[in-house]
Structures are given as structure tokens and as C-alpha cells.
């Protein structure tokens, strides 16, 4: 079965400083997705960036990158510029591919931005 | 375009009481469909999906069951809730690998 570790329970950065968020999977797939969520206060779960196992390239959107190490089956998250309103929950996620599999999750990483 | 429902946004129930948790989706067909669970301080957990009409696959066993009448239609229910039924439910949609899945506003469970 597939897991999803995030280590960092919580972490806490200045406005505008940069942040790394890790992730580290286990998986015997050759071909995956993964995905990082934020959840704010408000609980709605809310798409970031997701990345594609056979894709080499680095997934990128706008501040939101991701350094994507299959070998090391390794997938952080790196915010630039932080705002306040990156304050949220983030979870790593996993799917093989949709349907009977969905989404595994990781614990989170409780974000906060400091002002 | 296309959008998912889900309420009640907040429900407290007694223990023993049935419980209904509804989630609809708009704009697509034949869609894959999910409920999860989300414990306090924990991530998410995956009760139920569903690939069409009728057809249901539980990944846990538990007190909870789910039902797809319509194909846009998902239900999650209990017969006689429990107080470890206690949780933030969220449904979910997935559109294709392409973008991911897409989740409801959730539901906020509390058994008393």
C-alpha cells in the first residue's frame, strides 16, 4: 500500500520569506501523481500544484513550486514571497491514477506566516 | 462549468440518530466519486468511492454506509451514529488526472 510522510507537524516563517514543506512517499508504481492542498481556516480543501510522476520538469504555479525527486521518491513544496494568507494546513497526496485508488494523504504541515 | 455540493455545513446529532450527508456535482457526467474522513489533527482518510450509478467500494470497515441514486448524487449515511462518528466529512470529485480532484466545502459531524 502506498503512504505519504510529512514530517514537519508544524512550521512558522516571516511574511516574505521563503519556506520548504517535505514530503516523502512509498510507493512499488512506476507512474503516479502527486498533489499538494492547502486548507485553510474554512477547511475547504484547495488545489496548489500537482505534479506527474513521468514528467521530469518541476511543477510550477506562480510563488508554488515543487522539487520532485522520483528516485528518492521525494516531493517538497516551496513557497517564495509568503503571505499571511498561505497560513493554512498542507497536505501531500498521492493517487496512482483515479478511480478505485483516490487520494492518499499525508498528516499535514501546519503552516504559519508570521506578519 | 463544473462545481460540487455538499451539506449540511455543520450537524450535531445525538448518539444512536441516523444520519444523511448529501454531495452533488454539476457540469459533468459519470464522474468518480469519494467521501473522506478528516479526524481531529490527522489527514484524510478514504471511506467510500464511487465509479457510477449503484456501485459502491468501501475502503474501511465502519458504521457508515454510501449510496450513488443519480450519477451526479452521493450519500453517505448511518443507521445509529456513534460518537467515534464524530469528523469532518468532505466529498470529493475526481476530473481526470489532468487536474486533480475537486472537494466539497465539507461537513462538520459532531455526535453528542
Known amino acids: 500500500a502506498q503512504t505519504v510522510t510529512q514530517s514537519q507537524p508544524e512550521m512558522s516563517v516571516q511574511e516574505a520569506e521563503t519556506v520548504t514543506l517535505s514530503c516523502t512517499y512509498d510507493t512499488s508504481e512506476n507512474n503516479y501523481y502527486l498533489f499538494w492542498y492547502k486548507q485553510p481556516p474554512s477547511r475547504q480543501m484547495i488545489l496548489v500544484i500537482r505534479q506527474e510522476a513521468y514528467k521530469q520538469q518541476n511543477a510550477t504555479e506562480n510563488r508554488f513550486s515543487v522539487n520532485f525527486q522520483k528516485a528518492a521518491k521525494s516531493f517538497s513544496l516551496k513557497i517564495s514571497d509568503s503571505q499571511l494568507g498561505d497560513t493554512a494546513m498542507y497536505f501531500c497526496a498521492y493517487s496512482s491514477g483515479g478511480g478505485a485508488d483516490g487520494l492518499t494523504f499525508g498528516k499535514g504541515t501546519h503552516l504559519i506566516i508570521q506578519p | 462549468s463544473q462545481t460540487i455540493h455538499q451539506w449540511p455545513a455543520t450537524l450535531v446529532q445525538p448518539v444512536g440518530s441516523p444520519l444523511s450527508l448529501e454531495c452533488t456535482v454539476e457540469?459533468?457526467?459519470?464522474?468518480?466519486l469519494y467521501w473522506y474522513r478528516q479526524a481531529a489533527g490527522r489527514g484524510l482518510q478514504l471511506l467510500f468511492y464511487s465509479v457510477g450509478i449503484g456501485q459502491i467500494s468501501s475502503e474501511v470497515p465502519q458504521n457508515l454506509s454510501a449510496s450513488r441514486p443519480q450519477d451526479r448524487q452521493f450519500i453517505l449515511s448511518s443507521k445509529k451514529l456513534l460518537l467515534s462518528d464524530s469528523g469532518f466529512y468532505l466529498c470529493?470529485?475526481?476530473?481526470?488526472?489532468?487536474?486533480?480532484?475537486?472537494f466539497g466545502s465539507g461537513t462538520r459531524l459532531t455526535v453528542v
Open positions: 457540469g459533468t457526467s459519470n464522474p468518480n
Open positions: 470529493a470529485w475526481e476530473e481526470g488526472m489532468n487536474y486533480g480532484y475537486t
